[in-house]
Nanobody, 126 residues
Framework: QVHLVESGGGLVQAGGSLRLSCAASGRTFSSASVGWFRQAPGKERDFVASISGSGSNTYYADSVKGRFTISRDNAKNTVNLQMNMLKPEDTAVYYC???????????????????WGPGTQVTVSS
């Protein structure tokens, strides 16, 4: 079992930056793939980015590629999402999720993730 908590959300103007963090406790974190997802009001929860347990593999949604960077520090049991050049359409609740695998791989579908944090609100004003 692993417990996830997101932090770093807030209100920012368009063009600004935020850094989200996902802190894990419980089970060893370094063998877990971690993903970030977001959900705007009335919409589906969408994939944003993911990173493999070792950190060597990453994958991004086209909508955030070149603006967002996912990284992890397994010694600190944290995964970060650096968000630059934010747009109003980035406004959503952001969730981190984890899934364990014996292979160093990434997961993209929200249905593949077993563990979820409660989420953190990101609001981008125009």
């Amino acid at each position: 079992q692993v417990h996830l908590v997101e932090s770093g959300g807030g209100l920012v103007q368009a063009g600004g930056s935020l850094r989200l963090s996902c802190a894990a406790s419980g089970r060893t974190f370094s063998s877990a793939s971690v993903g970030w997802f977001r959900q705007a009001p009335g919409k589906e929860r969408d994939f944003v980015a993911s990173i493999s347990g070792s950190g060597s593999n990453t994958y991004y949604a086209d909508s955030v590629k070149g603006r967002f960077t996912i990284s992890r520090d397994n010694a600190k049991n944290t995964v970060n999402l650096q968000m630059n050049m934010l747009k109003p359409e980035d406004t959503a609740v952001y969730y981190c999720a984890a899934q364990y695998s014996i292979i160093d791989k990434i997961f993209v579908s929200k249905n593949e993730y077993a563990y979820w944090g409660p989420g953190t609100q990101v609001t981008v004003s125009s």
